[in-house]
């Protein structure tokens, strides 16, 4: 999906959520255990009543990879799905980083064989690591910029080059390896005033925000602070979705939750004048 697209899919579905499909076996509720893959049937009803409503959707692979083969098979399902709806961004939660000939491999496993729009990356090895994801039309790289764990603050927010943060280097560096046309950065939604510091050093990119949710993030403080003239966000919510409620009503909340998110997002962009 190309940055053109993805503007037009905000602007056509009034939305900026991507919403994380992080889900675990043992969560998924009981009707689902029935079926004879119980993770795809539940991702597939998720994806079913909220595809009208994201613009994107995450997969978090450790969710699948420590399922094994089952796992990795659901994963290929659920892209599938998701694909033959049509008009979602794909992201690959990856995070990966390595030297530039596994890098290579790496892309070609996420954007030939798994037909992603987008991988995680970690941009600690340098440039070799983030290059081979490059020059791809309508795929991205997603690197990670400020994070929203607690342990963001053992390097991210290291003093180096004349007192900056480690992560304005960073996100400055990598800006430099690609266009806004295929770079993505992500920047967590626990840190709004970060988050608009972030927005002022890489004004044209898009920025994967998570932490909205479960982690305690606000969506009105990161569309405040992040917010650009086409949209610039891609606000993902995981588990405040996938687990909004329980047993029959787990797919009907799902649709509520995000519902709830898709009409402030709209408030939003009709504020700023980008709808």
Not at 86 to 93: H, N, S, T
């Amino acid at each position: 999906m190309t940055r053109a697209e993805l503007v037009a899919t905000i602007l056509r579905k009034r939305s900026l959520l991507c919403v994380g499909l992080d889900t675990e076996d043992h969560l998924v509720p009981d009707h689902f255990r029935a079926e004879s893959h119980p993770v795809r049937a539940f991702n597939e009803a998720i994806v079913e009543v909220t595809h009208n409503l994201a613009v994107a959707y995450k997969l978090n692979l450790a969710f699948y990879e420590a399922l094994g083969d089952q796992g990795w098979l659901d994963l290929e399902a659920t892209i599938a799905y998701i694909r033959s709806k049509g008009d979602c961004l794909i992201i690959a939660d990856a995070k990966r980083g390595d030297i530039g000939n596994t890098a290579r491999k790496y892309a070609e496993a996420f954007f030939d064989h798994l037909n992603v729009d987008a991988v995680t990356l970690s941009p600690y090895m340098g440039r070799d690591s983030i290059l081979p994801f490059l020059g791809r039309s309508g795929k991205w790289a997603v690197v990670l910029g400020v994070t929203s764990n607690a342990g963001a603050e053992d390097f991210q927010f290291l003093r180096v080059d004349g007192q900056r943060p480690l992560y304005e280097h960073v996100i400055k560096q990598v800006g430099t390896w690609g266009s806004a046309e295929e770079l993505m950065f992500v920047v967590g939604a626990t840190r709004p005033a970060i988050l608009a510091e972030v927005r002022t050093i890489a004004p044209d990119h898009f920025f994967l925000v998570p932490g909205v949710g479960a982690q305690g993030g606000d969506l009105a403080d990161v569309l405040k602070a992040g917010l650009t003239s086409d949209g610039g966000l891609l606000i993902n919510n995981s588990r405040g979705i996938l687990y909004a409620g329980q047993g029959e009503d787990a797919i009907p909340a799902a649709r509520r939750a995000a519902q709830e998110m898709q009409r402030a997002m709209e408030v939003a962009l009709r504020s700023r004048s980008i709808l």
